[in-house]
C-alpha cells in the first residue's frame, strides 16, 4: 500500500478517523458496561454504610477490611438501616434513596446559592441507635470521602475512609483498618463544641488509649491527606451540627 | 528459549540488566518514586504497565506504516490512553474491587515515559512479534527494579512485606523490636527511593563495568 503519509490531507483524515473509531469504541463500552459499573457504586455504598456501623466481616485481629458480601448487602442494608433521613435546612425528609446522593453535586447547588441536602442514615444493630454521616473533602491528589457512624452521645462508633487517588503506602492507607480503627470510641464533642477529630502527627498516642483528646495518630508521610481527612471531619459535623444536637437534647 | 532466536530472546533479556529502563535509561523515574512505599503497590503497577505496554506497542507496530509522522506522539498518546480506559472499565464492571486498587495507577500509567519511549524508538520501526517481545521486556525490566525498590521502602520503613509484620510489632514491641529496632520513617518518603535507585545503580555498574560512561 504506497500511501504519502506526509500529505498534510492524508494527516487530516488520519486524525479524523482514529477519532471517530477511538470515540465509538469507548462510548459503546462505556454505555454497554455503565449499568453493570454503577450497580457496582450502589452496592459498595451499601457496603460502606454498613461497614461503619460495624455491620462487616471484620475479624478480631487488626487485619484487612472486610465488607458484607455484595450479594447480601442490598438485603442487610434493608435490615439494619431504619430510616434515611433528607435534611434540606429546615425541613427533614425520609427517602429510600438518600444513600445516592451525589455530594459533589450538593457541594456545587451549595456554592451557586440553593440550600444542600444532606443524607442522614439512622440505624440500628442490637437495639442501639447509630447515626451515620456521609462526608467529602479533598486529600493531596484527589477527593476523598467516608462514613462515620456516631451514638446519640455523639460518639464515633465507626468509620470508613476512601479516596480517588491518594499516594500508594502513604496517603492511600486512611481506608486500612490499622487506621480506621483508632476513631473509634473518640467522641467529635470537646466542652459542648463539635470540635470534630483531628488526624494528629504530635499527639504521642500511637497506641490510641486515650479516647478523650478529640485526636488519632496520623499516618507518617501523608501530612496533606490527614489534614484532609480532619478538615472533611470538622466540616461536616458543621454542616450536621443543628440536627446532632436536636438527637444529643433528646437523649 | 528455543522458541525464540538469540536476538528475539534478547528483546527480553536485554531490559533486565544491561539496558534497564530506569538505571540504564532512567525513565519511568517519576513512579518509581511516587508508588515503591509499599511491595504490594510495586507489583500491582509492574502487571498493568507490563499489560498496557505489550498490547500498546503490538498496536503501535500493526499500525506502523500507516501513522502521518506529524501526528506519531499524539497517536501513540491516544493509543495508550485508549487501552488504560478499556482496562479500568472493564475491570470496575466485571472486577470492581481490583478496579479499585488499580484506578489510582491508571494515570500514572499513562503518562509514563517507558511506554512512550517504546513506541517511539521500537514498535514504529519493528514488527509486531518483536515489539511484543520488547515491550514485554522493558516493563519486565522497570518491574523488577520497582519491586526491588519496594521490597526495601516497605521492610525498613514500616517493617512490613505485603502487609504481614516480618520483622514484629514495633507496638507491641516484639521481634527485632524488643532490641530497640526502629522503623526508619524516612524510608516512606519519595526521596529514598531516589537513593535506593541510586545505590542499584552503583551495584550494577560496579559488577558490569562495560556500562559506565567514558567522560
Known amino acids: 500500500m504506497a500511501v504519502n503519509t506526509e500529505k498534510n490531507s492524508y494527516t487530516v483524515i488520519f486524525a479524523t478517523v482514529m477519532v471517530v473509531i477511538v470515540g465509538s469504541v469507548l462510548a459503546f463500552l462505556a454505555s454497554s458496561l455503565s449499568g453493570k459499573i454503577s450497580e457496582n457504586e450502589r452496592l459498595e455504598k451499601q457496603q460502606n454504610i454498613l461497614y461503619a456501623m460495624g455491620v462487616n466481616e471484620n475479624g478480631d485481629d487488626e487485619g484487612s477490611v472486610n465488607f458484607i458480601s455484595t450479594s447480601e448487602v442490598a438485603a442487610e442494608f434493608d435490615k439494619y438501616i431504619k430510616e434515611q433521613l433528607v435534611i434540606q435546612g429546615d425541613d427533614i425528609t425520609k427517602d429510600d434513596k438518600a444513600y445516592l446522593i451525589d455530594l459533589k453535586k450538593e457541594e456545587s447547588l451549595a456554592k451557586a446559592g440553593e440550600v444542600r441536602r444532606l443524607p442522614l442514615f439512622v440505624g440500628e444493630k442490637d437495639g442501639k441507635e447509630y447515626y451515620i454521616i456521609p462526608m467529602r473533602g479533598k486529600g493531596l491528589w484527589d477527593a476523598i470521602w467516608g462514613f462515620m457512624s456516631l451514638d446519640a452521645n455523639m460518639v464515633v462508633q465507626g468509620v470508613f475512609f476512601d479516596h480517588a487517588g491518594e499516594t500508594p503506602g502513604l496517603g492511600a492507607n486512611i481506608n486500612q483498618r490499622y487506621f480506621m480503627d483508632d476513631f473509634i470510641g473518640e467522641s467529635v464533642l470537646d466542652n459542648g463544641r463539635y470540635a470534630g477529630i483531628e488526624v494528629a502527627k504530635g499527639n504521642n498516642d500511637p497506641t490510641n488509649e486515650r479516647k478523650d483528646d478529640n485526636a488519632v495518630d496520623a499516618l507518617a508521610g501523608s501530612t496533606i491527606t490527614g489534614n484532609g481527612v480532619t478538615a472533611m471531619i470538622r466540616e461536616t459535623l458543621n454542616l450536621y451540627k443543628p440536627y446532632l444536637e436536636t438527637i444529643r437534647v433528646k437523649k | ?215
Not at chain 2, 517493617?159 to 526502629?182: R, S
Request: with cysteine.
Open chain 2, 1 to 215: 528459549m528455543a522458541l525464540l532466536s538469540k536476538k528475539d530472546a534478547n528483546l527480553i533479556l536485554d531490559p533486565l540488566s544491561d539496558n534497564n529502563p530506569i538505571t540504564i535509561q532512567v525513565l519511568g523515574i517519576c513512579s518509581a518514586l511516587a508508588i515503591t512505599a509499599e511491595l504490594k503497590a510495586s507489583i500491582v503497577m509492574s502487571v498493568s504497565v507490563l499489560f498496557v505496554m505489550g498490547m500498546g506497542n503490538v498496536v503501535i507496530s500493526l499500525m506502523r506504516n500507516i501513522i502521518p509522522s506529524k501526528i506519531r506522539i499524539i497517536v501513540q498518546l491516544v493509543v495508550v490512553a485508549t487501552l488504560v480506559i478499556i482496562v479500568d472499565q472493564v475491570l470496575k464492571a466485571f472486577a470492581y474491587e481490583l478496579s479499585k486498587t488499580l484506578s489510582v495507577f491508571v494515570g500514572l500509567i499513562i503518562t509514563n515515559c517507558i511506554i512512550m519511549g517504546r513506541f517511539e524508538a521500537f514498535a514504529l520501526a519493528n514488527g509486531t512479534w518483536r515489539s511484543f517481545l520488547d515491550g514485554i521486556g522493558n516493563a519486565a525490566g522497570y518491574g523488577i527494579i520497582l519491586v526491588i525498590i519496594g521490597f526495601f521502602r516497605e521492610l525498613l520503613g514500616s517493617g512490613t512485606l505485603l502487609g504481614y509484620k516480618v520483622l514484629g510489632d514495633p507496638i507491641a514491641k516484639t521481634g527485632l523490636y524488643a532490641i530497640g529496632y526502629e522503623n526508619n520513617g524516612f524510608m516512606l518518603l519519595s526521596p529514598m527511593a531516589l537513593i535506593v535507585v541510586g545505590l542499584i545503580i552503583w551495584v550494577q555498574r560496579s559488577r558490569n563495568k562495560d556500562l559506565i560512561e567514558e567522560n
